[in-house]
């Protein structure tokens, strides 16, 4: 009896659910065949960061905002706890949905390759809006699209000549969003090993490290920060962004290669964020001007060879940039290793490839007698050679200006 009672108001609740009219989904998006359940309406803007992800061309997981268009809904049965499995009418009406959309012009962004189908992203750009429609395949659909972020930043590529600043000063090439205020500014000249996040996590870049601390303009949040810079570096020619935990972004023409980091803690009350710039370039002029020496990254060899690689004429146009600005000065090139290997070999290796350098130099218009080469091998540590990360640190090109003693 009591499971006669059970099926009867079943029935009559999905007869009441079938009856009633279905949410008012986008123009645009073909409708699914059979049932469907709405599980979820939202609106955002971009004051608020809600915590949306879906997946890039690259296969990672990318946070999303929304203005006004978040759709979610289950196909299949409403109410019912098999609207979570991959049944065959919903493999059908989503296969029918993505036909319908990839005729609109969609096209894949992300598809995990499973069958039946597992998540499924397709993306479409469109008035200067994204739109997203991802499917969990678990008969799950979430429709999205991206909002129009009201902060917006412009952004210079950094010049052929070094910038010299006050730390009251905005970064020229890294300025901040209209609105900000400046709170802090700090410059660290010797003794800071630069490391990022995404690729870059391990890499040394240069000495010199300058910071501005902003306080944010009201209603900024982390992912319209984000979005902004994103944008702007591209657009001003960085070679390499990357977001996450922050901002980071590369700049390798003009003779010069910089590196930003950008992060927010936006929570706070007043919300502030950080722009870290470091340059190369400028590490090297304020190093030889203090101590005479500079240590140099980025400069990479041919396995067990003296061959330079091409990824490392970013770090050396920026000895070419500084000879270049400045005609009077003379320096000597040095090879450093770290302790792998016998000390005799590693003596002539760092020999050859430190005249590797300065034939590199010469053949763009450095004047040879400017110009002396010298391996040092693994005698002249920076730190010891106790772990990969000091290894890298001692492996190294070093110049040394003639005029000191």
């Not at 996450?244 to 919300?271: C, E, I, K, M």
């Not at 370039?281 to 041919?302: E, I, P, Q």
Request: aromatic share 10%.
């Amino acid at each position: 009896m009591r499971f006669l009672l059970f099926l009867a108001t079943l029935a009559g609740s999905v007869a009441a659910m079938a009856a009633a009219p279905r949410p008012e989904l986008p123009s645009w998006f073909p409708p699914p065949a059979g049932q469907y359940e709405p599980l979820h309406f939202k609106h955002f803007d971009f004051t608020r960061s809600p915590a949306l992800y879906l997946w890039d061309d690259h296969r990672r997981q990318r946070e999303v905002q929304v203005d006004g268009a978040y759709w979610e809904f289950d196909m299949g049965l409403p109410g019912s706890k098999t609207a979570a499995l991959k049944t065959p009418e919903a493999v059908k009406a989503w296969s029918d949905i993505r036909t319908a959309l990839e005729r609109q012009g969609y096209t894949m962004a992300f598809d995990a390759g499973k069958v039946p189908p597992g998540s499924m992203v397709l993306r479409k750009e469109e008035g200067g809006r994204t739109r997203y429609v991802q499917y969990h395949g678990a008969n799950e659909i979430r429709i999205v699209e991206t909002g129009a972020n009201p902060f917006q930043v412009k952004l210079i590529p950094p010049a052929e000549k070094l910038e010299r600043l006050t730390t009251g000063e905005d970064i020229p090439y890294a300025a901040p969003i209209p609105g900000s205020k400046l709170l802090h500014g700090r410059d660290y000249e010797q003794g800071e090993s630069l490391e990022y996040p995404c690729r870059a996590k391990g890499e040394i870049r240069g000495t010199r490290r300058t910071e501005r601390e902003y306080e944010a303009p009201p209603g900024l949040s982390a992912f319209a920060a984000k979005e902004a810079y994103d944008k702007a570096f591209h657009e001003a020619g960085w070679d390499y962004t990357c977001v996450q935990s922050g901002l980071v972004a590369r700049y390798t023409r003009n003779g010069r290669d910089v590196w930003v980091h950008v992060t927010f803690g936006l929570d706070g009350a007043p919300a502030r964020y950080t722009i870290a710039a470091s340059d190369t370039g400028a590490g090297l002029r304020a190093d030889l001007r203090k101590g005479c020496t500079a240590a140099l990254y980025g400069v990479n060899f041919d396995f067990d060879k003296a061959t330079l690689r091409p990824d490392s004429e970013p770090a050396l146009n920026q000895v070419l940039a500084l000879m270049k600005d400045d005609p009077k000065l003379a320096v000597e090139i040095g090879g450093h290793t770290d302790n792998a290997g016998k000390p005799d070999y590693n003596m002539k290796l760092s020999d050859d490839r430190a005249a590797a350098v300065v034939r590199w130099l010469v053949a763009r218009g450095i004047a040879a007698p400017r110009l002396t080469s010298h391996g040092y091998g693994d005698s002249q540590p920076l730190v010891k050679n106790s772990s990969e990360e000091n290894r890298a640190r001692n492996r190294r090109v070093e110049l040394k200006r003639k005029d000191c003693r």
